[in-house]
């Protein structure tokens, strides 16, 4: 059996009493390292487990999988994805090779982005679509983001940003010449996410949203040391959100006054806050 | 401090072993029972944690939420939900008014239906936003969600539709007569939900979507005789997928061939479902 576990946002206790059991007693545990990271080491997962870990990364897991699966077959086999098994789409291929092979395959779920950034304070039922937002580089900068953004804001919905995160890259340099030496890893800020998409608004012009348009700037959800801050996208174009992972929340017009109530607590500046509010919102 | 806690979709052992410990030492475990229900009883998690578990009923936290917090503020008190802490209003309320009473609250993540409804093969990122389905009465027949579906699928979104349940409730006579009997709990099926978006289509007939839209059944989702049914709603008004809890899934435009793949395996009629995909989706 192939079981898919779930790790949950922050550290080794966020797995579930049913996930840690299957890790205890499978003949293999895998750690899948390249769509998302942990906040914690291998090291710390091996301790709590009393298990070896063996980190899957893209090449592993591009060239190995049936590998993998294979074992599977006879043998109990785990692995774990931070968050919830269904949060990439790599995990769906995983599931439909398994499939292909008959290899019985259970899920063990967890909570992810997807539903713990309900703790910014905005009801999950009124956020649309979510985005992804890439580094950009001179000669690329996808903004395919920006139509889905002002799709979500068009019929009043909010809408989660995930930002990239570069983990084992190569320079040109050293992926022309076959040398396996990679990058430190990357992890884009609240900020340079703010950045970046204020830029695209410069350039099309379209007012899916606006330098005021609020915003809020999540980091290391679920984490003892989480942190929210609100503002405007100009405001979080300038915040320090600390250590990875971040990720934004882009309001819509679609908001309680309840919510707004909970989301002020966070505000880098209150008045600067309620008088974006108004701006956009309007009174009611 | 105030411990919000998620015990996920379905048993005692999706709480999180960081969970688990809070409820083990807290002074008091209340479990909140009106949002939503967990698929097992109080007294196999009272067996499990070896702790008595008070339930926290509407009643109970409409008019005694102050004394949950205010004990509170000296003593661990833990506040298990199911699911994530953040799927419901009344969690939000729950956390303001800790606010201000000045009483330190911390959540403890699960998953929930917001996020593991990616079981059901679809990509999350291209979900819309949610919308809620009640049982329609003789009088009452609330259609809100219809121009909410409606939004998101001329957008390409697919809409996770919630299902109603009802628990303690009171027929009109006994409440007008102050007695605190009540009716047996109630759970919509995804046949139902399905019966009544095209009752509201065939009223409306402004095309949000026919019955030869395709659709997803869930039911018990996260427990291991969860269940998909994929097929038009035509079909899903006819399907039975079971004992509670059940949700629905309506496809939107935005979908790729690998997850039809995938949904494909749970189709109750493969041929009635590759047609209405291609009469909907086209050969693009």
Known sequence: MLYIIGLGLSNEKDITVAGLEIVKKAERVYLEAYTSILMIDKEKLEEFYGRPVIIADREMVESSSDAILASSSTTDVAFLVVGDPFGATTHTDLLLRARELSIPVRTIHNASIMNAIGACGLQLY????????????????PASFYDRIKENRDIGLHTLVLLDIKVKEQSLENMARGRKIYEPPRYMTVAQCAQQMLEIEAEKKEGAYSPNTLAIGVSRLGSLDQQFVAGTLEQLAEADLGPPLHSLVLLGKRVHELEIDYIRAFAADVEAFNSAYEMEHGRE
Chains 1, 2 share one sequence.
């Not at 009124?126 to 900068?141: A, E, I």
């Open 126 to 141: 009124n956020f649309g679509q979510t985005v992804s937002m890439v580094f950009f580089t001179d000669s690329w900068r």
